[in-house]
């Protein structure tokens, strides 16, 4: 029993003791946050439907890119791998005010997450890089922040370049609905949403080519993939402030989206000026 409701796509879970199949190694305390956090969803009466699991590589590193429109996106990215059977892990890269937190911190340790310091982004890199080469997977947002407007964000190149400096695919996941529970400027909506929540892992995509065009190709493939999910979800109230000002709904316009994500970013280079006034901006 996988504990809320899930509705899985033919082959999804895959062999789980193939002759000869090497499982991930037994983490304890990952193992406990996996079985805490479907005990949550339990409670909170979550659908969720998964589909394409049989997508991820069963083997060797992989860079997961998941669409951001949740601040649960991060534990909802991690169920195709679970649903595998394999043992397989998600290490996602998180920034570092998440690892100095005294209790979220060490625990981020524990579970092998990567700290994201803007202020050394090339040891984030190096470090990610070294856990794909390793055979990890590792979860990145390529969008950077929360999507305001439920649509696809522009890319950072990050995850194009981490995929052709470890050689490994790229696996395209689009969560949706996580957005109805909790999401940037709404209310959290925690004790009983019974929301259903899509996931869908796409076709990976290999680094054969340069970092822009392999990030342009990857953004096409996402975009595809969230109308594919929008499609398959049901209904979208007009006027519901989850649903994308394209489907009817009360989200802002991508435009719009991008203006209030400027006019934040200079609040807080404002405020940070302002407390530290002899410190360069960053």
Not at 205 to 227: C, D, S, V
Not at 238 to 267: C, I, S, Y
């Amino acid at each position: 029993m996988l504990g809320p409701e899930f509705s899985v796509s033919p082959g999804a879970l895959g062999p789980r003791r193939a002759g000869g199949t090497r499982l991930g190694r037994v983490e304890p305390v990952y193992g406990t946050v996996i079985q805490a956090a479907r005990l949550v969803w339990r409670l909170q009466g979550l659908k969720f439907t998964v589909t394409g699991v049989e997508n991820l590589p069963v083997t060797g590193g992989a860079v997961i890119a998941v669409n951001h429109t949740s601040y649960f996106d991060f534990t909802f990215a991690g169920l195709p791998a679970y649903q595998q059977g394999r043992g397989r892990k998600v290490r996602f890269m998180a920034k570092k005010e998440v690892f100095d937190h005294k209790i979220g911190g060490p625990l981020m340790r524990k579970l092998r997450h990567i700290e994201v310091d803007r202020a050394s982004g090339a040891d984030s890199f190096a470090a990610a890089c070294a856990a794909l080469k390793a055979g990890e997977l590792v979860g990145v947002y390529p969008e950077a922040t929360i999507s305001r407007s439920f649509e696809i964000k522009g890319f950072k190149s990050g995850a194009a370049r981490m995929a052709i400096a470890a050689d490994v695919p790229i696996v395209p996941h689009i969560i949706w609905g996580a957005q109805r529970v909790w999401t940037k400027g709404h209310p959290r909506n925690m004790r009983r949403p019974k929301v259903p929540i899509s996931i869908a892992v796409g076709e990976p995509i290999y680094p054969t080519l340069p970092p822009a065009e392999l990030t342009e190709l990857l953004h096409h493939r996402m975009q595809h993939l969230l109308e594919k999910v929008q499609d398959a979800y049901g209904p979208h109230p007009k006027g519901e402030f989850w649903v994308p000002h394209r489907l009817g709904g009360g989200a802002p316009t991508l435009a719009e989206a991008n203006r209030m994500d400027m006019e934040e970013a200079a609040q807080k280079a404002a405020k940070r000026a302002a407390e530290r006034p002899g410190e360069a901006p960053a």
